[in-house]
């Protein structure tokens, strides 16, 4: 199987993904901000679909990009957000923030370097049964072995729906 | 360049989360830390599905569910944002105080 995981689409998607990424936390208009986040998850879907996960990208597409997005933009519509914008848009806890992010950081760049080993370094001994039908065997999956968290997963959003209503109705 | 490894993928997923966390503690508005919850659980996805590449497809489906909690937390959230928004005219999370007294 060759990879279609070719460097310069990597590199390409992960640059635009950390950019944005960044934007997402530092503007100033929440509106902006959404937007950077549809290009995270949009090249974020562009990595699934080079990890030979086809139906896990489209769902990304269709669930963020299109659903949970669209949620966002509406809630920001929704709240007049007029003189928010003019406000100062970051609390006064940056030091612990900045602290916070070194030792997740640190953490991170000890594991990974001390468990380099432990993965394997390239995707050629990469497990088999990855390759076409990728839909129809996460069906499978998700009906046969994952049955129970599936329906956990449907009650779950059951409750979400609930309660999103209870919470944004006007009087109880 | 080189060949594209798993450790790459791990690599992004890492920046994601620490920005992800970096939104979450220092904005003043809850929807945009909201937004930033959303990136910590996307770069949870990244490291799900690189990892399912080479181990099988469990890491896709709970990818799925991971997706599927998001969904759920983003409908509660924002509508505990609107809720708040009629009480308090505003979105900042540190006038956020209702329930002390």
Redo the contacts between chains.
């Keep these: 199987m060759n990879?279609v995981?070719?460097?310069?689409f990597?590199?390409f998607l992960?640059i635009t993904?950390?950019v944005s990424?960044?934007a997402?936390?530092t503007r100033r208009n929440?509106v902006h901000?959404?937007l950077s986040?549809i290009v995270?998850?949009l090249s974020?879907a562009g990595?699934?679909l080079?990890?030979?996960?086809p139906?896990?990208a489209a769902?990304?597409i269709v669930?963020?990009a299109g659903?949970?997005m669209v949620?966002?933009l509406f809630?920001?519509m929704?709240?007049n957000?007029e003189q928010?914008i003019r406000?100062?848009?970051?609390?006064k806890?940056?030091i612990?923030?900045t602290i916070?992010?070194l030792a997740?950081?640190g953490l991170?760049a000890f594991v990974?370097r001390t468990g380099?080993g432990v993965?394997?370094?390239?995707?050629y001994q990469?497990?088999r049964?990855?390759e076409g039908d990728?839909t129809q065997?996460?069906g499978i999956?998700?009906y046969g072995n994952?049955m129970l968290?599936f329906e956990i997963?449907s009650l779950?959003?059951l409750?979400?729906?609930v309660?999103?209503?209870?919470?944004?109705k006007?009087r109880i | 360049m080189t060949e594209i490894t798993t450790m790459h993928y791990l690599v992004v997923a890492a920046a994601l989360f620490i920005i992800g966390t970096i939104g979450v503690l220092t904005r003043r508005n809850v929807v945009i830390i909201l937004m930033s919850i959303e990136l910590i659980l996307n770069a949870v996805n990244l490291n799900l599905v690189a990892f399912s590449r080479l181990y099988g497809l469990h890491g896709q489906v709970f990818a799925i569910f991971v997706i599927t909690d998001a969904a759920a937390e983003a409908a509660v959230g924002l509508g505990i944002i609107i809720a708040f928004f009629r009480n308090k005219e505003t979105v900042n999370v540190d006038e956020v105080d209702l329930l002390k007294w």
């Design positions: 990879p995981a070719t460097p310069f990597f590199y992960a993904a950390i990424a960044i997402v936390i929440p901000a959404a986040l995270t998850l974020l990595f699934y080079m990890l030979y996960a139906f896990v769902v990304q669930l963020y659903g949970i949620l966002f809630v920001i929704l709240v957000l928010n406000e100062y848009q970051f609390n806890q940056w612990v923030a916070a992010a997740l950081g991170l990974y380099r993965f394997p370094s390239a995707f990469s497990y049964g990855l990728n065997q996460i999956w998700l994952y968290p997963a779950l959003l409750v979400a729906i309660g999103a209503v209870v919470m944004a006007k």
